[in-house]
């Protein structure tokens, strides 16, 4: 397996801890876990390079997910990282935006390691 490094966007640092816990239960073998707790921070983590996936909560202060999103279209380098929104109940329509800006998918908290593993694996495609 591949080994994986990737960004972990979300302004609880809590809620990053145990982003990176499913991902470890749902079998990913993590080299790297960079975080940010929000977008603007996670863009100049993108800059860094070589990510092979970024997790990002939608509601965030400074720079939201979709806000990130957007930026994140306009960085040649990063265009095929996949990126999977991490949502709350209620946030539908935030959802559905975000996946028209180039999400690739999205776990609704609370999640399990079973729910990361069905949808995180098949958005890392030959990499595994
Ligand atoms: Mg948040």
Request: no cysteine.
């Amino acid at each position: 397996m591949k080994k994986l490094k990737v960004l972990i966007v979300d302004d609880s640092s809590v809620m990053r801890k145990i982003v990176e816990r499913a991902l470890r239960q749902a079998g990913l073998e993590l080299t790297e876990v960079l975080e940010a707790s929000n977008g603007a921070e996670a863009l100049v983590q993108v800059q860094k390079g070589s990510l092979d996936m970024i997790l990002s909560d939608i509601n965030m202060p400074v720079m939201d997910g979709l806000e990130f999103l957007k930026n994140l279209s306009t960085i040649e380098s990063a265009r095929n990282i996949p990126v999977v929104m991490i949502t709350t109940e209620g946030s539908e329509a935030r959802v559905v935006e975000a996946l028209s800006a180039g999400a690739k998918g999205y776990l609704r908290k609370p999640f399990t390691p079973e729910q990361v593993k069905e949808r995180v694996t098949p958005l890392l495609g030959g990499s595994l």
